[in-house]
């Protein structure tokens, strides 16, 4: 650290660098934190304030996904196994620490919440996402079958799609400039819907059964990825009649996509499987040029899309993945600076722990447990709690080097940096607190002492009396 300051002071490191080169040690040096967030509202005659009480929970069914805004990384969204969809402030804080520089220790409440009824979801929610171009207004998909656009100020309903089947996640395209989401359902067909005209317009058959995740590529609006239950991960072109552009195969080392990476001089391809098990996570790096997908065959695969072939990147056997619902990696965004390009950083939440690698080669950085809770709403026992104890979703906050993640057993967690020179000054603090209390404890013993004494002559002069 301190070279680096002064190489930066001397002009021999540039800014740049200086900053990747600061944010990288950030990065791994990322833990849990003791920040809370409370489903219940403040001052609710519930205090939270000290370790052995009732653990606060953000969703007491559990937390089944979470978005954060783009812009200002500031309002996290949460929906829970409930329904209900809560908005969090994360510059808004209450607690013992919330006037500290580096908050580690305090708790968030819902600025906002929508609850179960007629015109909301009345199943559990299954995914959420900002709309990509505005943070006013936030889509949901729930098992309800329907997709829901909110407004995020009054947190209303602003149209309600009902796509006839369990949606499991949508996507909308950062890029384009058509409206349409992309929802991976029950139904074997992808279901598109536009926004502008408020109906589902197209439906994209290909699969041979549920489609469990779908994603759009951040530099083509008309490409889409998907993947489901079949095994297969497919690319489609949504401007097209027959929109299928191909599907992967973890055998193949050629690729389908072709020179222009919509099928031109590529052999076609009718059959394949990109996982042994139904693929539940797709997402694509910031730069387009890779698709990572998961599966419940327990691999995380990274694949090449100018080629459609699998880069062969082994992430090794700590991988767990056997839930029938979204679950996507979290890939750094190259917007944080951390990592220069080639070395990109994947999270991945694997049932009790988060696990760090580098993308390309799959070599594991660190392995994030998650704690357990302190303690329990009455009649859940400690091994109930362990076997809900399972991350089902990850988001990372804009503008900073900062992972919150999402928990079937009702929590939201969050993760930052904390750095050797952090632990240094925390010891330090430490020593002083125990100082202080070293002094007060003598204060206290003398003029304990001097009562004593006092007591004692008093007692004494009564008796002689």
């Known amino acids: 650290m301190n070279s680096s300051l002064l190489n930066r002071s001397l002009a021999t490191l540039q800014p740049s660098l200086f900053a990747r080169e600061q944010n990288t040690r950030l990065l791994h040096a990322i833990q849990p934190t003791n920040i809370r967030f409370s489903g ?58 919330a006037s500290s520089v580096e908050v580690q220790t305090c708790t968030y409440h819902p600025t906002g919440s929508v609850k179960k009824s007629t015109n909301t979801h009345t199943f559990g929610i299954t995914s959420l996402s900002y709309y990509p171009f505005d943070s006013l207004a936030f889509l949901s998909t ?22 006839g089947s369990v949606v499991y996640s949508h996507a909308s395209s950062p890029v384009a400039t058509h409206l349409q989401i992309a929802c991976a359902t029950q139904h074997p067909s992808i279901r598109l819907v536009d926004l502008r005209s408020g109906a589902a ?6 699969h041979a059964g549920a489609v469990l995740s779908v994603a759009w590529s951040p530099k083509d609006e008309y490409l889409l990825a998907s993947g489901g239950v079949d095994g297969t991960v497919r690319f489609w072109d949504v ?20 020179s222009d990476g919509r099928g031109a001089e590529a052999r076609s391809r009718h059959s394949g499987r990109a996982h042994t098990g139904p693929v539940n996570g797709v997402v694509w790096t910031d730069d387009g040029r890779h698709v990572v997908t998961t ?15 699998n880069t062969l990147a082994s992430f090794g056997p700590v991988v767990k993945n056997s839930h029938l619902s979204g ?3 979290l890939l750094v965004p190259s917007s944080a600076g951390a990592t220069p390009a080639g070395e990109e950083i994947l999270f991945f939440p694997s049932e009790r722990e988060i696990l760090m690698f580098e993308l390309f080669e ?6 994030l447990k998650c704690p357990p809770l302190q303690s329990r709403a009455k009649g859940i026992n400690a091994g109930q709690t362990n076997a809900r104890n399972r991350t089902t979703a990850l988001a990372w906050r804009e503008h900073a080097v900062e992972v919150v993640s ?34 007060l404890k003598e204060k206290r013993k003398v003029l304990e002492d001097i009562y004593d004494d006092v007591t004692r002559k008093k007692t004494l002069v009564k008796d002689s009396g």
Request: avoid cysteine; aromatic fraction near 4%.
């Open 362 to 367: 799959g070599k594991m950085l660190k392995r």
């Open 406 to 439: 999402a928990h079937a057993d009702g929590t939201l967690r969050v993760w930052k940096p904390r750095t050797s020179d952090d632990a240094a000054v925390d010891e330090e603090i430490g020593e002083e607190e125990a100082a202080e209390e070293g002094e």
């Open 239 to 258: 401007r097209r009649s027959a929109a299928g552009l191909g599907l992967l195969d973890m055998e193949d080392s050629v690729g389908v996509l072709g």
């Open 201 to 206: 317009t197209q439906a994209l058959a290909g």
């Open 142 to 163: 729930s098992y309800d079958h329907a997709l829901k656009l909110y407004s995020s100020l009054t947190l209303s309903v602003s149209a309600s799609f009902d796509l």
């Open 295 to 309: 599966g419940h065959d327990e691999k995380i695969r990274v694949w090449d899309v100018g080629r459609g072939a």
């Open 327 to 329: 679950l996507t990696p």
């Open 40 to 97: 219940r509202p403040p001052n609710s005659g519930s205090s939270t304030s000290s370790a052995h009480d009732v653990e606060t929970l953000a969703h007491p069914a559990g937390v089944n996904a979470i978005a954060l805004d783009k812009f200002e990384g500031r309002y996290l969204l949460s929906g829970g196994a409930d329904s209900g969809i809560s908005l969090w402030d994360l510059e808004s804080l209450s607690g013992p620490s």
